[in-house]
């Protein structure tokens, strides 16, 4: 695995999605873990149902939130955004002033993300297996995707996060705000799987993992369901400090 931030010079060289698509080596492998390829499958039936029905929730701060994280980056900012879905509405957003990469284990989504968002580049895979440089991205982003991974890979995955943070670099992340042990079960009609710690043990792993948390708020969201909490976060890596 690469360990150090890419030369200037290659990035100036290489053309924008040839610049994002050398950060990734070995993005896309056999999805062993069970639980992964019910969401992976879950998704690939579900990928127009489940935009639709994101349309029906009501107080979603998601682009409250992504305003909060892109007036934070520069210009020219790389952004990495994990369990991308099918790209609208975020990774659109975020695309329009941003270099952006998004990663997602389902088919479906990527294949309505690359229509809906073509000036973004994508790749198919499990993001917690992703092999990327350190350093290579101003912001990461996971906006309701951490909770289908089991909860044991979570501080890793904040771990991961922080190590392709160049420094100063923004993590905005949806996270669960209740203790739910893994859960396997019908969600929109298909086989889904959910796995997340309560807010505290979340704010714990992401300062644990070296983020200083910018933003942290518990947002209650209206599902036709009913009504359900996630954790928001702006965790920042720490600027390289300067010299005096
Ligand atoms: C609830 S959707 C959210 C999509 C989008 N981020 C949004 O906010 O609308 C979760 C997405 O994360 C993806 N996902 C879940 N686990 C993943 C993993 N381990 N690696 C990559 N993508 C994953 C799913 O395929 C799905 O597209």
Redesign the pocket.
């Known amino acids: 695995m690469p360990r150090s931030r890419p030369a200037l010079g290659c990035r100036r060289r290489l053309s924008r999605t040839h610049y994002l698509a050398s950060l990734l080596a070995g993005a896309v492998g056999d999805v062993a873990d069970e639980r992964?390829r019910v969401?992976?499958s879950g998704?690939d039936r579900m990928a127009e149902r489940?935009l639709e029905w994101?349309g029906t929730i009501e107080g979603d701060p998601r682009h409250r939130m992504l305003a909060a994280f892109s007036d934070r980056l520069p210009a020219d900012a790389r952004v990495l955004d994990?369990?991308?879905?099918a790209g609208v509405p975020?990774t659109q957003q975020l695309a329009q002033r941003f270099h952006v990469l998004g990663?997602?284990?389902?088919r479906s989504?990527l294949e309505l993300a690359r229509r809906n968002v073509p000036e973004a580049e994508f790749r198919l895979?499990?993001?917690?297996e992703l092999q990327l440089a350190e350093g290579a991205f101003e912001g990461v982003v996971a906006?309701?995707?951490v909770s289908?991974?089991p909860r044991e890979q979570h501080g890793q995955l904040f771990v991961d996060v922080f190590r392709w943070l160049a420094p100063g670099g923004l993590f905005l992340a949806t996270l669960g705000a209740a203790d739910s042990p893994d859960w396997t079960g019908e969600w929109l009609g298909e086989e889904m799987f959910f796995s997340s710690h309560d807010a505290d043990a979340n704010r714990q792993l992401m300062r644990a993992a070296g983020f200083d948390l910018m933003v942290d708020e518990v947002a209650v969201t209206h599902e036709p369901g009913g009504d359900v909490s996630f954790l928001w976060v702006i965790g920042q890596k720490p600027p390289v400090a300067e010299r005096w």
């Open positions: 992964k969401v992976a998704y489940y994101g994990l369990g991308c879905g975020s990663v997602d284990i389902s989504q895979g499990d993001f917690s906006l309701y995707a289908h991974l």
